[in-house]
């Protein structure tokens, strides 16, 4: 290789080098120094204003026997499997509604992302009044005075279908890119052929979009299992804990028992789940793309 290609090549080094800087100081002070502290505090016997002695893997040893930790994490797979599969469905329905009618398309675009700019506080004051057991539009509508979060087999799913109406819009958004990005040539020479209506879906849409889907899934499941705001707020983990999810006990853990050194095991070892449980996903649709494809 020529030395001015050497050169030029380790010059372009410095901008990247620049541009790359501010992300990775970022990522130095806000996530890996804090997640470094984090499972050091995990091996203590720490409260939220000191640290006290060493103790290695016994927080660990008392997590996997503590069934507290293991009926959140298990709250926490429910509200996962009653959103993550809706909310890509129902978001893939959207794009393909927004795409379809293009001359009202802006408007449904508007109307289906509008709930994802509220923030949480607004999110679960209107499920609330929506959900009151003698004046909520739900009741209303159905004719009954269920008081829906206080039941303990309507509570989660509740919880559920707010996070789907409020979060929707923006795995709709993800797929109207991959919709758009589907050249028209080859829906006009598909028509060209005779295929119409689902047979362009299956033949054309459905494989341009399995990436989007792929990806879709991994977000939605990482975002799902993160739950916490919604619970916290509507139901504060009631009744009898069958929605207090895994964020839920880990902050009762640290802020109301005081104990920062058992809430620190608990968030190492659930994203420790996470970690696995997305790896495992990314994986099994990889290779479904491939059997597939």
Known sequence: MPATD?????????PAALLLAPFALAFLLFF?????DTFYMSLTESSLTRTNAFVGIDN???LVQDPSFWAAVGNTFYFALLTVVPLTALGLVMALLVNRFTRAGSW?????????????SVMTLIADWMLQPSSGVVNYVL????????DLTWAMPMVAIGTI???VGFNMLMFLAGLRNIPADLYEAASLDGAR??????????????????????LQLIASMKVFGQTYILTTGGPFNTTRVTLHYMYETA???????????????????VIALSLAQAALVRWLGRRNG
Do not use: H
């Open 6 to 14: 050497t050169l030029v090549k380790r010059g372009d080094t410095l």
């Open 32 to 36: 890996l120094l804090p997640a470094l």
């Open 60 to 62: 660990y040893a008392t």
């Open 108 to 120: 449904l675009q508007g109307a289906f992302f509008l709930p994802y700019v509220l923030p949480i």
């Open 143 to 150: 004719g009954m005075q269920r008081a829906w979060l206080a």
């Open 165 to 167: 109406w409020w979060t």
């Open 197 to 218: 209506g689902f047979t362009l879906f299956r033949a054309i849409t459905w494989p341009a979009l399995r990436p989007v889907v792929g990806m879709a899934l991994v």
């Open 255 to 273: 802020f109301t028992q005081s104990d920062a050194g058992y809430a620190a095991a608990i968030a190492m070892a659930f994203v420790a789940i």
